[in-house]
């Protein structure tokens, strides 16, 4: 009996481990997918907070022909600097447009601007660390050379150069794009990098080599998938950055222009001229900018604690 009971305790926990992996092998991508997002609002309060903040903004952004209750251009001079009221919920500007329209509209511009500038200077930065990492050498260095002269500058700096040397205008949209996605390229790269370096070294890489694939094939099919999570927490963290820089460039006069509605633009023109005639010209876009950015910052940190192993937090 005293043998026997090592023996079946041995058998239960090789059963117990089979029916473990059978479940993983046997769940879809789709109930994985489900059972982390569950976790992910049970465990992250703040997260979700964050997560619902980007959802309203982006309901307020699809929605906005239905939610405004007036066209954000329409000048209408008998109600100018008129305060809050049923008639205006935000309040009216100097030109007797109504500023939750306005506000509203500005999510448009502000998540254009934002989601465009972060997925193509966070691609680009995958890219190029992916790069540098598994080709090393001189081309790594001149990469990371690069990367250090963008990175000795801040972003709104770099921002502002780049923008000041395509030009800014009307229908100069995509300059300002550009101007903003410059400066987040080296900040991916490099994180990018750091864990693209530890991949290189993996056996499978090694095999992948040996049985005669391409630099580019084992790039971007075997190292990119495996620092995706990095690229994905540097992706929403520098939505809320970008946001921000388009508010700053359009508040200097180099980001978009009137009548376009853009946060930035409503702090810089009336909100200013007018503060303490008509404070809540400044006081609503300052809010739609804040809460746009406390979300996309809330979201970012908890799904990094969520991804990274060595950030998880019960």
């Known amino acids: 009996m005293v043998e026997t009971e090592p023996r079946v305790g041995a058998e239960r926990a090789i059963s117990a481990d089979d029916i473990a992996k ?14 982390f997002w569950v976790e992910f609002i049970k465990r992250r309060p703040l997260g979700t907070a964050g997560a619902l903040l980007i959802i309203v903004m982006l309901l307020a952004a699809a929605f906005a022909d239905v939610i405004a209750p007036y066209d954000p251009t329409a000048i209408n001079f008998p109600d100018l600097l008129k305060g809050p009221s049923p008639e205006h919920l935000l309040g009216a500007d100097n030109f007797g447009r109504d500023v939750f329209s306005r506000v509203i509209f500005g999510s448009r511009t502000a998540l254009l601007v934002g989601f465009t500038a972060s997925l193509v200077g966070c691609t680009l930065g995958l890219v190029l660390g992916v790069a540098g990492a598994y080709l090393g050498g001189r081309t790594d260095q001149i990469i990371q050379r690069l990367m250090d002269v963008l990175l000795s500058f801040p972003l ?22 550009a101007a903003i996605t410059v400066p987040i390229i080296p900040r991916v790269a490099r994180v990018v990098r750091s864990s693209a370096l530890s991949i290189v070294q993996m056996p499978y890489i090694e095999a992948t080599r040996s049985v005669g694939s391409g630099a580019i094939r084992i790039m971007f099919r075997h190292i990119a998938p495996n620092v995706f999570a990095p690229y994905l927490i540097m992706l929403t ?7 921000l820089l388009e508010a700053s460039l359009s508040f200097l006069g180099l980001g978009v ?9 409503m702090l810089r023109g009336a909100g200013m001229q007018f503060l303490e005639q008509a404070p809540w010209l400044a006081i609503a876009p300052g809010v739609a900018i804040s809460m746009a950015v406390f979300g996309f910052n809330l979201f970012g940190d908890s799904l990094r604690d969520a991804l990274d192993p060595r950030l998880r937090t019960g």
Not at 159 to 176: H, S, T
Not at 257 to 265: K, V
């Open 22 to 35: 059978r479940r993983y092998f046997e769940s879809t991508g789709r109930r994985r997918f489900v059972r």
């Open 156 to 177: 709104i700096v770099i921002a502002i150069a780049v923008v000041a040397a395509l030009g800014a205008g009307e229908d100069k949209i995509v300059n300002v794009i």
């Open 237 to 243: 963290a520098f939505l809320g950055q970008a946001i």
């Open 257 to 265: 222009f009137e009548p376009t509605p853009s946060w930035g633009l």
